[in-house]
Each structure stands twice: as C-alpha cells, then as structure tokens.
C-alpha cells in the first residue's frame, strides 16, 4: 500500500516561514482528504489544519491566520504554508489522509521535524 511522505520542515528563527508538504509514495493514488497534526515534545498530537475533498478548511485558533493547508494537484500533495512562526509551533509534525487507490485507505506521513528558535 502506498505510504505517505513529508517534506519540506526544518529550522527557522521566530517570525519566519516555513512549508512542508505530503502525498503518496504511489502517484496513482490519490488524495481525498487531508489533516496535519502536530506533537510537542511532552505533549500530546493536536490537529494543527484540515482539508476536505470539496475544498473545506479548517485550522486550530493557535495557527488561525498563520498557517494556509492547500493541495497542489500538479504534485499531488498538500502543503501546509507556515508564517509567523512562534517557538510555539516547534514539534513534529504529521500528516494524516484519506486516499483512494484500487480502494479506499487512510495512512499516516513518517512526520518532520519543525523547530523555531528564538
């Protein structure tokens, strides 16, 4: 079964910005939804941004107008476009979606590390 893989993440100072991205391994498999969460060392997973397949979003107040989920479908993945960035928002940070192949399934990314220094 097709996995999903992160990319993009990485370390930036406060204020600045940062965009990672996820889509399966498998180009013929596509995406029907998509949520990005994120965990906090000693915190528990949050959801950070969701989108569904008609296009709906919906985002976490602690990133509200910070943060943009949009999908690119020339790439077949979703991006979670990140500005402003606080320490706040270090954690890693996972991708979570509803494909459909030969059927439907749901996966998991392998998560990425985003770090915000001060």
């Known amino acids: 079964q097709a996995q999903l893989v992160e990319s993009g993440g990485g370390e930036v100072q406060s204020g600045g910005s940062l965009r990672i991205s996820c889509g399966p391994s498998?180009?013929?498999?596509?995406?029907?939804?998509m949520e990005w969460f994120r965990q906090a060392p000693g915190k528990q997973r949050e959801s950070v941004a969701s989108?569904?397949?008609?296009?709906?979003?919906n985002y976490a107040d602690s990133v509200k107008g910070r943060f943009t989920i949009s999908r690119d479908y020339t790439r077949n993945t979703v991006n979670l476009q990140m500005n402003n960035l606080k320490s706040d928002d270090t954690a890693v940070y996972y991708c979570h979606a509803d494909l459909i192949g030969e059927s439907k399934f749901q996966a998991w990314g392998q998560g990425i590390q985003v770090t915000v220094s001060e």
């Open positions: 498998d180009r013929h498999v596509s995406i029907y939804g």
């Open positions: 989108l569904t397949t008609t296009g709906s979003t």
